[in-house]
């Protein structure tokens, strides 16, 4: 079976195989910046932190390496599963 066969198969024993499974939010890096900056994010403009939005989605676009997150999950997942 090839790897699309494989994958169709799988998606269909899911209810929604779309779902997201990670996600961050603005909330996530409005608490971020008020841990790093504390009083001080409150002078911050609305300009200012959608700029650190648009860094934040660079930064991962530059440095997040998918496969290898997934590699690390899928390793863990098998040692559970051998639990």
């Keep these: 079976m090839v790897q ?6 799988l998606s269909q024993k ?3 195989p779309s779902e997201v499974v990670y996600a961050i939010t603005m909330k996530d890096l409005v ?8 009083e001080d994010a409150l002078h911050l403009t609305a300009e200012e932190l959608l700029l650190a939005r648009d860094e934040v989605r660079e930064t991962f676009g ?3 390496d998918e496969r290898e997150i997934f590699e690390l999950a ?3 997942w098998d040692v559970v599963r051998q639990l």
């Design 31 to 38: 608490v971020a910046i008020a841990g790093r900056l504390r």
């Design 74 to 76: 899928l390793d863990q």
């Design 62 to 64: 530059h440095y997040l």
């Design 4 to 9: 699309n066969e494989i994958v169709m198969t």
């Design 14 to 16: 899911l209810s929604d």
